[in-house]
């Protein structure tokens, strides 16, 4: 499994940094999605990196907000998120991928258990 870290409370235009990290497996060898479901709203992907980080994927909602990165030997992956609005409130999840990045969640083969962002002022 992902175990990710990070989140918590942060005002409008504030930042948080959220970490996905793997236990007991490389994730080197699998792209890295962020998700996330806000209340009352189905699961969106966020963002993804592929391996060696050559290739990321944004949501329109948060590019140039947002960005994903990995560090594969320390065997994690993080979303950098700024500029943070109300509506980015949500449970964020992170997962693992052995394909190339989709937001299919079927192509996704291990999910954290997810962390809360609430953005508020």
């Known amino acids: 499994e992902v175990v990710e870290s990070g989140g918590g409370l942060v005002h409008p235009g504030g930042s948080v940094r959220l970490i996905c990290r793997a236990s007991g497996w490389p994730l080197a060898y699998y792209s890295i999605g962020w998700f996330r479901q806000a209340p009352g709203k189905e699961r969106e992907g966020v963002s993804c990196i592929n391996t060696r980080g050559a290739t990321t994927m944004y949501a329109d909602s948060v590019k140039g907000r947002f960005t994903a990165s990995r560090k594969d030997v320390d065997n994690t992956g993080s979303l950098q998120m700024s500029s943070l609005k109300p509506e980015d409130t949500a449970v964020y999840y992170c997962?693992?991928?052995?394909?190339?990045?989709?937001?299919?969640?079927?192509?996704?083969?291990?999910w954290g258990q997810g962390i809360q962002v609430t953005v508020s002022s």
């Open positions: 997962a693992a991928s052995e394909v190339e990045c989709s937001w299919l969640e079927q192509d996704f083969v291990s």
